[in-house]
């Protein structure tokens, strides 16, 4: 399948690039949706593909959205619009067709372990996003609990921001907040063990949520290696950075440059593109033929 960074249909009007999806207008009420093969760090769009990365990315989500529609039901439509399209078949494996539903101006995010922006936030306040937390805590450990720590969700190229479940309900209302949030910890403790089977801890991950005909429903993508830290459950020990199956790997390399992080990203050498979509693959296979 060829590498895919940006998609140019005629056939359909589109409606907006993201980080990583091209959205087009594919029939009333519905779109289509192809994930390409960029990907984004620290906010930023980098300008070197991972091969393969967008149809591994749909077909993890897929295969979620499959699992967890027993939970909350999603804007799945299509799952394989272009399997026996010869014309299109670019765009096979890589695009769904979805319900076009009114997007929540949050993000769902659950931690289930210390690490990233919530370890800086634990060892400057003892808390996560205002959350107390005991005290002896260290990189990587596993938390008490899961945390439901969401974010707004900002424009292409700024930084979300994380917000506290009294701002969520502020935005979106007391009701529908503690939807989401219930709704957010179940999914991660049902991807979590699931994954775990699998010899994949799900360190956090994070969920976007919609409204359609009145219903809570779950859209954009759920637990990949773009939405999660996946780390391999063998081998883990808490107190260091773990290696993982997402894109860490580039956020690591990215740290030995001297770039401010905005853009524009720096490209990647091909060793480390190539390493990044090795690791995307593993995680696919681990999950979905484990």
């Not at 808390?127 to 969700?153: D, H």
């Not at 199956?245 to 990647?268: C, I």
Request: net charge negative; charged share 25%.
């Amino acid at each position: 399948m060829p590498t895919l960074y940006e998609s140019s249909e005629t056939a359909w009007e589109l409606i907006s690039r993201g980080k990583v999806r091209d959205v087009y207008e594919y029939a009333p009420n519905e779109m289509l949706i192809v994930t390409t093969d960029r990907l984004s760090a620290f906010d930023v769009i980098l300008p070197t593909p991972i091969p393969d990365k967008g149809v591994v990315l749909t077909q993890i989500a897929n295969f979620w959205f499959d699992k967890t529609s027993v939970i909350v039901p999603n804007h799945i439509v299509d799952p394989e619009p272009f399997s026996t399209d010869a014309e299109r078949k670019h765009l096979a494996g890589r695009s769904i067709v979805v319900h076009r539903a009114e997007a929540l101006p949050v993000e769902a995010i659950v931690r289930g372990y210390l690490t990233g922006s919530g370890r800086k936030d634990y060892e400057k306040t003892g808390s996560v996003c205002g959350i107390p937390l005991p005290q002896g805590l260290v990189e990587a450990s596993r938390l008490p609990e899961p945390l439901f720590t969401p974010s707004t969700k900002a424009a292409l190229g700024d930084h979300d921001e994380n917000i506290s479940f009294a701002h969520t309900v502020e935005l979106i209302g007391k009701e529908l907040a503690e939807k989401v949030r219930d709704v957010s910890l179940e999914l991660y403790a049902f991807g979590a063990a699931y994954a775990l089977e699998r010899g994949i801890i799900i360190a956090d991950t994070k969920f976007e949520f919609g409204i359609l005909d009145g219903e809570l429903i779950l859209i954009d993508e759920v637990m990949t290696p773009d939405s999660s830290r996946f780390w391999p459950a063998d081998g883990y020990v808490a107190g260091r950075s773990q290696p993982s199956y997402d894109k860490q790997f580039v956020r690591d390399y990215l740290e030995t440059l001297e770039w401010d992080k905005t853009a524009p990203g720096p490209a990647l050498p091909a060793d480390v593109a190539a390493h990044t979509a090795k690791k995307y693959l593993e995680a696919w296979r681990r999950l979905t033929q484990g």
